[in-house]
């Protein structure tokens, strides 16, 4: 588990400490565990799956994926955090978002992905999502009281998925251009086919 039970910074402490981590050097995860230790409450919500038997989070058959993460966010005690204490949070996780948002797209192409999401930064920048994992629960300890991580990630791809950052890249410029080509190429083959037609008609009517 990342850091201690400690109290949720301020929207300005969160981003100056933000900017520090900017030039520190990623260092791993820490593990941490699937069981819940004895010492924290079942409002803890440990997992996910907690969410759904907790009726405060207000967790339903369409949203069970999609906890909302300013009621199911708590402290060490199990008391929800303040909607201040939620807002410093998601200060810092715009914060990182931009951070994020810098990473140069890969030098292959990206196939189904058109929006910079969870998705799209778990696939082609895994350390890079996992480094703002742990700078978000640096940030905010509550964040880490989980496994594993489920909270950070939750409130982290919530915030990309709120966004409009769509993936451009020239791997989906030269995309771009093998559709044009394979457009025309179909449409080249319909107007063969529609003479080929057409010439057969003119043969049955000269019998």
Known sequence: MSGSPAASLTPSDSISQLHSWSSQVS?????????????????????????????TVNVTEANKSHPLM?????????????????NAIKTSTRMIKLELW???????????????????????????????????????????????????????????LAS??????NDDEEDDGEDDQLLSSKKQRHRNKREMKEHGKEKEKRK
């Not at 593990?31 to 996910?48: E, G």
């Not at 199911?72 to 909607?83: I, K």
């Open 27 to 55: 260092v791993p995860l820490r593990p941490q565990s699937a069981i819940r230790p004895p010492q924290y409450p079942l409002k803890i919500l440990w997992t996910l799956e907690d969410c759904r038997d907790d009726p």
């Open 102 to 160: 810098q990473l140069q797209p890969p030098n292959r192409k990206v196939k189904g992905i058109k929006r910079k999401t969870k998705t799209y930064y778990c696939a082609y920048h895994p350390a890079e999502w996992m480094d703002a994992i742990r700078k978000l629960e640096e940030l905010h300890p509550v964040l880490a009281l989980c496994n594993p991580h489920w909270k950070a990630d939750h409130v982290l791809g919530n915030s990309l």
């Open 70 to 86: 300013e009621r199911a966010v708590c402290h060490a005690d199990g008391h929800m955090v303040s909607t201040s204490e939620y």
């Open 164 to 169: 409009n950052d769509p993936l451009t890249c």
